[in-house]
């Protein structure tokens, strides 16, 4: 995190109306997008911006998120750049399309706002909604402030149509979504001079002697999966070049994953999105009283940052994952995705605890996080996620 | 002899995988022709979207985004609005759908971008059902068609899908057939000169999904319009009728005797479908009339 | 076409798959006769000139219509028209006024003073033509176009024949022959008039021509058996229409009495009823069974002429003064099965009488083929090329045919000149036999939808009894374009381009003169013979 010296180029923001913000720096072209709560305030704010003549951007509001995104792929497929944002059921509503624009290499940027799903109805937060589209062909994003959700909207773009793939910036639901706190606004032209107009390749225009989407057979399909998993591969490093780009503009930057009090720690906390800050507090709780525990923020969720994980928790005895979503059947999908890329780590595997923390919104409090923590000494890591609170 | 007057300007290629006599490519060409190079279409699904391709090649010399099933007019407002940014306003964004893609699973898209009037042109192939998945009813088949999902006759009416249009209040909505040609080229003439969406279902009688002849598309479309079964006729700004063929000069027998998917069909069922078609015709005129009366009155 | 580099995003064209192998039929254009051009006696591709009239292509008309018939002007006033009979527009509304047509244009050619090309030709063979009626004029046209020196010989002071001497000019007005004919001998074809050629000039014709050609028609008047021909109020039939047409005005007394229901019968009472006579037609047949044209019995009644039908002449009582009583008899009239054949069965005590001053018999005409090695038959026996028994003689016409229609008598002449041109020159190609005449069925009627036949302006019938104006008027040039645009064109190519318009599959292309299937992309569906409004495309079996 950047240290706060300086509030003259801040405004005080929620997470949606950074990423408002940051959608608006990035001059989308085409909006299409659909209200839910809890991401509502980031297509009004854009719709602010918009009568304002704020910025120069076609506003679609159709009747659906699954329009919305049918509006996003042929937009960004007949070269504009696309923003949109969702939540929850609209995620869920979305998910055909959501392999459609990943198939397409449609570079449309999209932030979720992390909300349970139903049934039952419920309004809080948990990633459940956006971690079940990880199969999808999206590059997801995990934030942990609004600051980070601005700074992700603007990085994402820079990623999506560099690898042609289209991201997801993912913050929780009110944690923030909705919790405020001084923002800093770049300059226009930083982003500018940081994300160029976008360029494609390919796109749908009469003249051009092009047509997408056509049927075609089992080789040639098989060849886009292959082409995405090349341009899935390329994510990280493209990722921490663009962060990297945007740390030396503003000095903030996120990295793939962040490594945070974990040099010579035994233990690691592991966990996304706003868990993270919580997670944060309780590691320096924790180093106060003399443990050895550090912080492993993973950012960057599709794809999985494997080597970065493996790398960063080479070593380290125990790992603590903390999952605020749940996949039935799995548990927590960090957790198995965690042990998954820890696979062959021979004898520098740490242990791996996978604990069910705060599904459903449930509040996780420092001390809960030391609690959980301080549970796992004595006992044996277990192949599943436990219920934990 | 009355000619047809289209101009063929080559945007559409032979070697395309329609079945021998297929009526939707016929009514493709013409209304491809008609529109020009400079526009983009969309297709979902459908017997077109196999027209279209396979890839890499296309039988559209314009640019073609092929779409999901559910989300053609969707697709097409996105593409539209991305061809405003790039300053193409001008290009004509055209919708291909078939009829399952537009009165079924595409009807919640489309009625969003007709309320909200997006600058598109869309198309409706209509031949009744599901016919690029094996002939299974759609809520456009008509009452009492045979189908693969309704071996027995569809025992409900087809959906009207002009007035529902027409109830939005879209600028143009209209019928064709392939069998009025002239009267297929004037409407999407016409549709060019209007601004917001317009909406244009051409009948496309199905050889295979129907049983009929491969040589029989054209003229048995045109038994659908002389018998009431496919009535041609448009409505502007919603409410302003117009019959483009003021002639039902046949009994509907003669029109679903030709038709397998009929074949099954008794009296009494045959009774249902001629009054039925009754009824909606003298809806229909009186429609036309009032439109008249109005117009006349200023 | 290059190929997609990328999976996603295709760029070439599917022209490339060539769907032409998924074909079991093909379609061809091929023209194919018309049932007007099969029931025409001159064979006349009625079609292709109608199209070439719709076009605006009026010369173009005309030089189709005199391939076949040097007289448009004449037949398109005189036709039985068998064309109009078997016109396939019959079956949708009304047949196509294909008579009217032929004389709009044959009109405009006189009009226009067209000529005729000049033979491509000269050939050293001669011909001699006994005869100037329709059949050796036709013959004789016939021949000099096909570079044969022709010459005429005809009895009669002027060429003609019955278009001169048998049809009287308010159905045929002499400028309109005359012009037809003049323009006709302008090919350089030498007319001797008022020569007869009895036996012994037919045997020096035979010696000093390379063929000779009989068309001397029937100029006999049949004969009653009930009066004797000899009595002075029994007028004979060809006589009376010779000396009228030339303008005279026969004796005839003021009560005619014309025996008979054919053209001919009618021809006369319609004279004599422009002469101020009351005139009564005596037929056998009943009013809708005479052999005359039906629109020739009409107009006759409607000028006056009385009708008594299905009535035969028994015998004629003479008066002191002059005056007759025919003592009549109703009967009934069966036709038989060959033209001209019936029998009469009398009605029982249906016996009558009528009242005149003159007797026409107007029971037809014979031949006399003596002179011409015919021996003592009534027709000059011909083979299928209109070959008499005689080396190098043909003959056609009314003395060697019993169809006694001036259009027949033309096209026998043209038929001869053909089998005399391959006669005379063996390498002259052969006719093909056209095949069968395109039914109403192949005909797809959307394109034509239906439209009245435009019926011709007639002469009021106070105008017409006045004098010997032509009765039918001719059409305008808009009518003529209007009925042209009637016509199907059963079976000609009109290049609508419905068949290029109508193909799903881009497998027809237009051509100069033209259409070509696309057999790589044609997969047989056979939508542009369904869509051919003339039935000029067939379906093959097989690629």
């Given at each position: ?19 408002a913000?940051?959608a608006?720096l ?18 009004e ?17 159709p009747?659906?998120e ?22 929850s ?7 055909e ?17 992390n ?66 706190e001084?923002?800093a ?7 500018d ?39 899935m ?21 996120y990295?793939?994953i ?18 993270a ?25 599709r ?10 928790l ?52 420092p ?7 301080g ?15 | ?24 490519s ?31 090649y ?6 073609v ?11 097409a ?79 409900s ?40 969406t ?16 491969d040589d ?5 479309s045109r ?25 039902k ?45 109005a117009?006349?009155?200023? | ?14 022209a ?26 001159v064979g ?16 173009g008309?005309w030089?189709?219509l ?14 039985h028209?068998p ?6 527009r ?33 050939r050293?063979?001669?011909?001699a ?29 002027a ?24 323009r006709?001998l ?66 005839t ?12 019968a ?18 056998l ?80 005409q ?17 083979d299928?090329?209109?070959r ?17 229609f001036?259009?027949a008598?033309i ?12 006669a ?29 036949r ?22 305008d ?10 016509c199907?064109?059963?079976?000609t ?8 318009l ?22 047989g ?19």
């Open positions: 995190m950047s240290s706060i010296t300086n509030l003259a180029d801040h405004q005080l923001l929620s997470g949606n109306h950074a990423v913000w940051g608006r990035a001059r989308p072209q085409v909006i299409p997008v659909y209200p839910i709560t809890p991401q509502s305030p980031i297509m704010k854009l719709g602010d911006f918009h009568a304002a003549g704020e910025i120069d951007a076609e506003v679609l509001t009747e659906s699954h329009s919305a995104m049918a509006a996003a792929i042929a937009a960004s497929l007949a070269g504009a750049r696309v923003f949109t944002a969702t939540a059921q609209g995620i869920l509503l979305m998910h399309l959501l392999h459609y624009a990943a198939g397409g290499r449609a570079p449309i940027v999209m932030c979720n706002v909300r349970t799903v139903a049934s039952p109805w419920a309004f809080w937060p948990d990633a459940t909604d956006s971690l079940s589209q990880r199969d999808t062909g999206w590059i997801q994003l995990y934030s942990e402030t609004p600051q980070e959700s601005l700074d992700s909207t603007i990085q994402a773009f820079r990623v999506a149509e560099t690898v042609s793939l289209p991201t997801m910036v993912c913050h929780d639901a009110f944690y923030v979504s909705h919790a405020m001084p923002v606004l770049p300059d226009q032209a930083l982003v001079g940081y994300l160029p107009a976008y360029d494609p390749e390919h796109f749908v225009e009469p003249g051009r002697g092009e047509s997408f989407g056509y049927v075609i057979d089992q080789a040639t399909f098989n060849r886009t999966r292959r082409d995405l998993d090349e341009a591969a390329r994510v990280p490093e493209t990722l921490e070049e663009a962060d990297t780009a945007w740390r030396e503009l503003t000095g903030r930057s990295g793939v962040e490594r945070y009090r974990l040099d010579d720690a035994d233990t690691a906390i592991v966990t996304m999105g706003s868990m800050g919580t997670a944060r507090v309780a590691v320096d709780e924790m180093r106060a009283a003399g443990e050895r525990v550090g912080l492993l923020k993973v950012r960057l969720f794809p999985f940052p494997v080597a970065h994980v493996r790398t960063a080479a070593g380290i005895g125990r790992a603590v994952v903390l999952d605020r979503n749940y996949s039935p059947g799995l548990g927590g999908m960090l957790h198995q995705e965690l042990k998954a890329a820890l696979f062959g780590l021979n004898g520098s595997t740490p242990a791996v605890h996978g604990l069910l923390a705060g599904v459903g919104g449930v509040n996780v409090t001390e809960k996080i030391r609690q959980f923590v549970d796992t000494t004595d006992r044996e890591p277990q192949p599943q996620s436990l219920w934990v609170e | 002899m009355q000619k047809i007057d289209l101009v063929d300007r080559d945007l559409f290629n032979p070697g395309h995988a329609a079945c021998p006599g297929c009526q939707e016929l009514a493709l060409r013409a209304i491809l022709n008609t529109i020009g190079p400079d526009a983009a279409a969309v297709f979902p699904p459908s017997c077109g979207a196999v027209i279209c391709g396979p890839h890499p296309s039988s559209l010399q314009i640019p985004f092929q779409t999901s099933l559910e989300s053609a007019a969707a697709a407002s996105g593409l539209r609005r991305a061809l405003n940014q790039r300053g193409k306003h001008d290009t004509t964004v055209v919708c291909f759908a078939g009829d399952g893609g537009t009165y079924d699973i595409g009807f919640q898209a489309l009625s969003s971008a007709v309320e909200r009037n997006e600058n598109i042109l869309y198309v409706c192939f209509d031949n009744e059902g599901y016919m690029n998945t094996g002939a299974q009813k759609s809520s456009s088949t008509p009452l009492h068609a045979s189908t693969a999902s309704t071996p027995g006759g569809k025992p009416k087809k959906k009207d899908i002009i007035g529902i249009l027409a109830a939005h209040g879209i600028p143009y909505v209209a019928t064709a057939a392939t069998g009025h040609m002239n009267d297929l080229i004037a409407k999407v003439e016409k549709s060019l000169t209007i601004e917001g317009r909406f244009l279902a051409v009948l496309v009688p199905c050889l295979d999904g129907w049983g009929l002849p029989s598309g054209v003229s048995v038994l659908a319009v002389d018998s009431g079964m496919w009535p041609l006729y448009e409505v502007e700004q919603g409410h302003r009728y117009t019959l483009n063929h003021d002639n000069t046949r009994p509907v027998a003669d029109y679903l005797s030709l038709q397998k998917r009929y074949r099954h069909l008794d009296e009494t069922q045959l009774a249902e479908v001629q009054a039925a078609v009754d009824q909606d015709w003298a809806q229909l005129r009186r429609r036309a009339a009032e439109s008249t009366e117009r006349a009155s200023g | 076409m290059t190929a997609a580099t990328s999976p996603l995003w295709s760029n070439g064209s599917t490339v798959i060539h769907t032409g192998t998924w074909r079991s039929a093909t379609p061809t254009h091929n023209d194919l006769p018309s049932p007007c051009h099969q029931a025409c006696p006349g591709q009625i079609a292709r000139w109608i199209g070439q009239l719709r076009d605006g292509d009026v010369l008309a030089l189709t005199v391939e076949h018939n040097p007289f448009p002007s004449v037949a398109g006033r005189i036709c028209h064309c109009e009979t078997a016109c396939n019959e079956a949708l509304d009304e047949a196509i006024s294909i008579c009217r047509l032929e004389r709009a244009i044959g009109d405009r050619a006189i009009a226009e003073g067209w000529r005729y090309p000049e033979p491509t030709i000269n050293s063979q001669r011909i033509v006994i005869g100037g009626g329709p059949a050796g004029l036709s013959v004789a046209y016939q021949l000099r176009r096909r570079g044969y020196g022709v010459t005429i010989f005809e009895s009669q002071p060429l003609g024949g019955l278009l001169r001497y048998g049809i009287p000019p308010y159905r045929l007005a002499d400028d309109v022959l005359d012009g037809e004919i003049a006709l302008d090919l350089g074809i030498e007319a001797r008039t008022g020569e007869t050629i009895d036996a012994d000039a037919f045997a020096r014709l035979r010696a000093g021509y390379d063929a000779v050609y009989v068309a001397t028609g029937a100029a006999k008047s049949k004969r009653l058996p009930s009066i004797d021909p000899a009595r002075p109020w029994v007028i004979d039939s060809a006589a009376y229409l010779a000396e009228t047409n030339a303008g005279g005005q026969p004796r007394g003021h009560r005619v009495i014309v025996i008979g229901g054919g053209s001919a009618m021809d006369v009472a319609r004279t004599a009823r422009r002469h101020g006579r009351d005139v009564t037609v005596l037929a047949e009943k009013e809708t069974q005479m052999p005359a044209q039906r629109e020739e019995v009409v107009e006759a009644l409607e000028e006056g002429v009385q009708l008594v039908d299905g009535a035969m002449l028994q015998s004629v009582t003479e008066h002191d003064n002059g005056s007759l009583t025919l003592h009549c008899i109703r009967v009934d009239f069966v036709p038989g099965s060959m033209r001209g054949e019936f029998t009469i069965e009398p009605v029982a005590g249906s016996e009558f009488e009528l009242s005149g001053d003159a007797v026409v018999p107007s029971i037809g014979q031949a006399d083929p003596a002179p011409f090695g015919g021996g003592d038959g009534p027709l000059l026996g011909v299928d090329a209109f008499t028994g005689l080396d190098n003689v043909w003959a056609g016409g009314d003395v060697a045919s019993m169809e006694r001036v259009t008598a096209g026998m002449g043209k038929d001869a000149a053909e089998a005399i041109d391959r005379m020159n063996p390498g002259t190609a052969a006719i093909v036999d056209a095949g069968d005449a395109v039914p109403y069925a192949a005909i797809n009627t959307y394109y034509h939808p239906p439209l009245a435009t019926e011709a302006a007639v002469r009021p019938v106070a105008e017409r009894v006045m004098g010997f104006d032509e009765v039918q008027l001719a059409l040039a808009e009518a003529a374009l209007a009925e042209a645009g009637r199907f064109s059963c079976g190519c009109i290049y609508c381009d419905n068949c290029y109508f193909c799903p599959d881009m497998a027809v292309s237009r051509l100069p003169d033209g259409y070509a299937i696309r057999t790589e992309y044609c997969k569906c056979g939508l542009c013979v369904r869509e051919c409004p003339t039935g000029a495309i067939q379906m093959r079996a097989g690629k």
